[in-house]
Structure formats: structure tokens, C-alpha cells
């Protein structure tokens, strides 16, 4: 099973607009990961936040980890059309792999 | 570096064929993955190799499938024979330590068997 579930699995917004996705895991995790693809490409890494972190910032994305209710959300602020993509979570077990969600289909409208 | 380079971008192949697809992973890279992509199943972790050896092929869906990993610039995912379930996007992906760091993707294979 899944260990990562994004939610929602679709959301569309307006340029200008923040995006906030969730991801929610089922076992404890060494780090959480956040991976953006867009459409006939390869995931790029966006995000790492380990286990004993609570926030951590990256230019318009703000990622936040509860660890007790073993959930993080990705915020992107003021999106652009450029945002449109998939993004994705994945869970570091500390096995030296990562585990990924299904995903977030964000679309951004201009 | 030109990142993790896959081959070929696309394949298409009638069933009962082999299929052979390439990866080369970033220089100095310990750890290189293979993930297979669904819309049904998301992305899941095929095997992964630490030093050119296969530490987990757990995630290998049958003995169809195979393996190898000749050298730390060089890996292949093979299929055979292909069955048209095995239509897929395939991605190859290396990071330098495994756990605790990013991953870096190749571009992925979309693998269609007909």
C-alpha cells in the first residue's frame, strides 16, 4: 500500500493564488521529500524536511511537517502558470529509498 | 554534469519482445533506482542498486523482469518477454549517500507494448 497519500489529487487555481497540498503517511519517517513533475518529464526534487523539523522555506514553497499527526503540506505562494504540474511526496524510511504518493495534479490558470 | 540520462525516451514493442531499457546515473552517484510508473499504481520502486550492487529487488514484479548494474555508469532494465500489462513509464533515478538525500530523475522511458 500507498505510504504517501496526496490530497486533493486535483486542485486548479488562478496565477496570483496560493496552492496548499497535503500528504499524509502511515509509519514513522527518517525525512519527507517533496517532488514536482511536470507533464512527459522526470521528478525534480523541490523539498527535504527531516523528522525533527517543523517547517522549512524555499523561495515560494513552504513545506510543514507534523510528525504526531504524521503529516506535511507544500505551500506554494503567488503561483504562476509555470507551477502547473504534478507534486509529489515521498517518505524516507531511513532503508535508503524513497516511497512516493500518487500525487497532486496542480493546475494554474493565467 | 548532463544529470541522469535514460534510453530510449520512447519504446515501442509487440508482445513477447525484449525490451531493453539504459540508465546512466550522475557521476559519483552511490545509489541508482529503477520506479515504474502507472496511473493506477503511482510511482513504484522496481529495485535499487548501492555500488553497482542490487541491495532490494523486492519490487520487481515478475522474473520477467531483470536487472544489472556492469559498472557505476551503467545499468539496464530488462523485459522479456514484454507483456502488454508492462506498458509504463520507466525512470532510472541515482542519489549520492541513498537515504537522507534527494533523488535525481532521468526523463523516464514510456514503454508501449502493443
Known amino acids: 500500500s500507498q505510504q504517501g497519500e496526496e490530497d486533493p489529487q486535483a486542485l486548479s487555481i488562478q496565477e496570483g493564488e496560493n496552492a496548499t497540498m497535503n500528504c499524509s503517511y502511515k509509519?514513522?519517517?527518517?525525512?519527507l521529500q517533496w517532488y514536482r513533475q511536470n507533464s512527459g518529464r522526470g521528478l525534480v526534487h523541490l523539498i527535504l524536511?527531516?523528522?525533527?523539523?517543523r517547517e522549512k522555506h524555499s523561495g515560494r514553497l513552504r513545506v510543514t511537517l507534523d510528525t504526531s499527526k504524521k503529516s506535511s503540506s507544500l505551500l506554494i505562494t503567488a503561483s504562476r502558470a509555470a507551477d502547473t504540474a504534478s507534486y509529489f511526496c515521498a517518505t524516507d524510511l531511513g532503508y535508503s529509498t524513497l516511497t512516493f504518493g500518487k500525487g497532486t495534479m496542480l493546475l494554474v490558470s493565467p | 554534469d548532463a544529470g541522469v540520462i535514460q534510453s530510449p525516451r520512447h519504446e515501442v514493442t509487440e508482445m513477447g519482445q525484449e525490451v531493453t531499457l539504459r540508465c546512466k546515473p550522475i557521476?559519483?552517484?552511490?545509489?541508482l533506482f529503477w520506479y515504474r510508473q502507472t496511473m493506477m499504481r503511482g510511482l513504484e520502486l522496481l529495485i535499487y542498486f548501492n555500488n553497482n550492487v542490487p541491495i532490494d529487488d523486492s519490487g520487481m514484479p515478475e522474473d520477467r523482469f531483470s536487472a544489472k548494474m556492469p559498472n557505476a555508469s551503467f545499468s539496464t532494465l530488462k523485459i522479456q518477454p514484454s507483456e502488454p500489462r508492462d506498458s509504463a513509464v520507466y525512470f532510472c533515478?541515482?542519489?549520492?549517500?541513498?537515504?537522507?538525500?534527494?533523488?535525481?530523475f532521468g526523463q523516464g522511458t514510456r514503454l508501449t507494448v502493443v
Open positions: 557521476s559519483g552517484h552511490d545509489y
Open positions: 533515478a541515482s542519489s549520492f549517500q541513498g537515504y537522507g538525500t534527494e533523488a535525481f
Open positions: 524536511i527531516r523528522s525533527n523539523e
Open positions: 509509519t514513522s519517517i527518517n525525512n
